[in-house]
Each structure stands twice: as C-alpha cells, then as structure tokens.
C-alpha cells in the first residue's frame, strides 16, 4: 500500500507565480528547503514520502518572482494509517499457557526446560519430567477445567483462523525471506532453513497468520523466526493442520497451534506458546518463554504510574503492581526476587535483577478451575394429548 498526505489550500489574491510547501514533524520544526523544486502551480499538493505511524507537520507559502509571503499556512496530520493487518485471533481462554497439550506433555527427564507461563493437558491429564532443573512460572493444569476450557478457546480461534481468506502463497521453505503482516497459505507442508524475518514497519499491532495444511520443520541449528519493527510474538500465529517439529537450536516466535503434536528438539528457544489440540507436547532443555511488550516509566516526583509500567533503578527493574501517585522523594527501592517498595501510592515490585532476562509483562493467571454450570431445568410442563 502507497502512503500519502495531500493538502489543499485556498489561492492567495494575484499577482503569483505558484506556492512553496515545506514539511516536519511537528508544528515549528518544519525544513527551510521546500518539498516541491519548482513552485506548485495550482492549490494543491500530495506528499509521497511518508512513513505509518508518522505525524507530518505542513507549511504553505505564496512565491512571486521567487519572492515567498511573509507569513504561511499551516497544518498538522493525524498519523498516516499503517497497511491493513489480519484481525487478531482471540483464544483469551489460553492466554495464561505456554504450553498446552491433547494427550500429554513431556519434558526429556533431567532437562533444565524453563517455561514462562502454565502447562496443561486436556482432554488427557499426563505431565512428566518437570523435576528439578527444569522449571515453570505458572501453574500446572493436568487434565482440569481450566486445560478443558482453554482447549476449546484454542479450537475455535484455529477454525477462525484456518477460515481467513486471501491469503499469499507460501512455497516449500520459507526461510530466508521478509514477510510484511498478512495471511499466509499452504496446502501442504512448510519448512524454515534460515533467518525468517517478520516486519512490522513499525505498526506494534501488525498481525500475522500462517494456514499450514500438513507439517511445520524448522532446520536444525540453521533456522529462526526474527521479529523487526515492532512485530510482537502475541501478535503471530502458526496454524498448523497435522504436527510442527522444531529442531535442535531453532529461534522461533509466535503462538504455534498443531492440529495433532509438536516436537521440539534440544535448545530451542520460543518466544511464545506450544499448543497441540489433540497429540502430545515433547520438550528438551527448551525455553518456552513470551516476551509482552510493557511500559517503561521514567520515575518523577508525585507523578501517577499505571499498573505494568517498569522503571529500572540501576540495579533492578521494578514494576507497578498498586497504581497510584509517587511519593514527593525517591525511595529506597528493595532489592532480590518479587521485593516490593510502597512509594506514597504506588507498589512497585522487583521483576529482575541487572543481567536478566526481562519479561515485561508476564502472562495474565490461570483461569478458575469451576465446571460448567449444570442446564437449568425446563418449564411449563403440561399433557399435550392423551389418547
């Protein structure tokens, strides 16, 4: 899609021999060097130069015998829209896993797998080889109402997600490549040899959806999913229609969905979930971790603060877990894993130390493990006839 801005204005009174237009992006800060090389004859002008996202400040000025007016005209753009995104698919009832499986979920014994948010099984109920070293920062949901509910939530994003129509056609591999937001589609299998980059162009709520009919194989030690320009893993969805391998040292991104299975081999760092609707979940010293984008906060003096906003205090990151407005001196913020600081009213909790990994926003929590609620009884029972 071709971005533009054009501008109309009123002619001034004669004599003129044409009109100078010069852009910034803010009121004031516009070039002293004109867009146009020689005065616009006519009282109009598009710009195609601009950039989504972008706010492109304008200033017109009369010319006559390359004379300009003394004074101008001015106007100020909204942003220019970003090219058009798939809709996001929504399984809310899933957002809390990072992995979540059919018939079970395996860690290989003595792997020191980390993953960042809940794993679950349903309708199977097997987890194993979660023992020490391996770890997880949610909770554990075998076979329970929350692993059932999540699944359907899945289920009915992947039949949403498969029906989106026109979508680009993906050959074979696709490693090597950059792909701009859209819908990708396959009959068949899919392979990524190589970088995969997934550009944004700077539009943080780009969307991308892959519809794969058959498998998913990443390369062994020679494959990557690389998000530029604001791309968000939450935002990418793999839909697959048969089973997803990820070989030893693949770099993936986005939320993986297999019809059946997914098979991840040693190594393998994922910035998203593993979702298998019906089959199994192998890991094997994997991290299965998904970065959310968060807010970062520079701290000011009785200044309010949102819940998720992070400040970093030169030795930890903290975050805002009490929305409110700070004290009227900088605090003495505590230090070591989940400490937390009251600063007049705001609570800020310690996220990570200097050197870590941050997860600026974890996962929202696990659902409440309730049963559906029973159907409610019928009414207005009569004989109808009696013969």
Do not use: C
Request: hydrophobic share 45%.
């Amino acid at each position: 899609m071709a971005h533009q801005i054009t501008i109309q204005w009123v002619a001034s009174p004669p004599p003129v021999s044409g009109y100078n237009v010069r852009r910034g992006t803010a009121v004031g800060n516009e070039s002293p060097v004109p867009l146009n090389l020689v005065p616009i004859v006519g009282t109009s002008y598009t710009d195609n130069t601009v950039y989504p996202g972008q706010i492109y400040s304008y200033e017109v000025t009369a010319v006559l015998n390359g004379v300009e007016s003394a004074e101008s005209l001015g106007v100020l753009s909204v942003p220019v829209p970003f090219d058009p995104s798939p809709t996001l698919l929504n399984f809310d009832g899933a957002a809390s896993f990072a992995v979540l499986a059919g018939s079970t979920v395996t860690n290989v014994p003595g792997s020191p797998t980390v993953v960042s948010g809940d794993v679950g099984v349903s309708p199977g109920s097997s987890i194993t080889g979660f023992g020490s070293p391996a770890s997880i920062a949610g909770v554990f949901h075998p076979g329970d109402f929350v692993s059932a509910a999540a699944q359907a939530s899945v289920l009915a994003a992947f039949a949403v997600g498969m029906a989106v129509p026109d979508g680009y056609a993906m050959l074979g591999d696709i490693g090597g490549m950059v792909l701009l937001p859209g819908v990708y589609t396959s009959g068949s299998s899919v392979g990524i040899t190589g970088p995969l980059v997934l550009d944004a162009k700077g539009d943080p709520n780009a969307v991308w959806i892959f519809q794969i009919g058959s498998t998913l194989t990443t390369a062994a030690s020679n494959s990557a999913v690389v998000l530029m320009g604001g791309a968000q893993a939450d935002n990418v969805f793999w839909l697959v229609g048969s089973s997803a391998t990820l070989n030893v040292g693949t770099s993936f991104a986005g939320n993986l969905l297999a019809q059946v299975s997914i098979t991840v081999g040693a190594g393998v760092n994922i910035n998203g979930r593993l979702i298998a609707m019906t089959g199994a979940v192998t890991l094997n010293d994997d991290a299965v971790v998904l970065f959310v984008t968060g807010s970062l906060a520079i701290w000011g003096a009785v200044q309010p603060f949102d819940v998720g906003q992070i400040i970093f205090d030169g030795a930890n990151y903290q975050e805002v877990t009490v929305a409110g407005f700070s004290g009227a001196s900088h605090p003495v913020w505590a230090t070591g894993p989940a400490a937390t600081t009251q600063d007049g009213s705001v609570v800020w909790t310690v996220i990570s130390a200097v050197g870590d990994v941050v997860i600026l926003n974890g996962l929202p929590p696990s659902g409440p493990n309730n049963p559906p609620a029973p159907p409610t009884a019928p009414t207005g029972l009569f004989i109808s006839s009696e013969a």
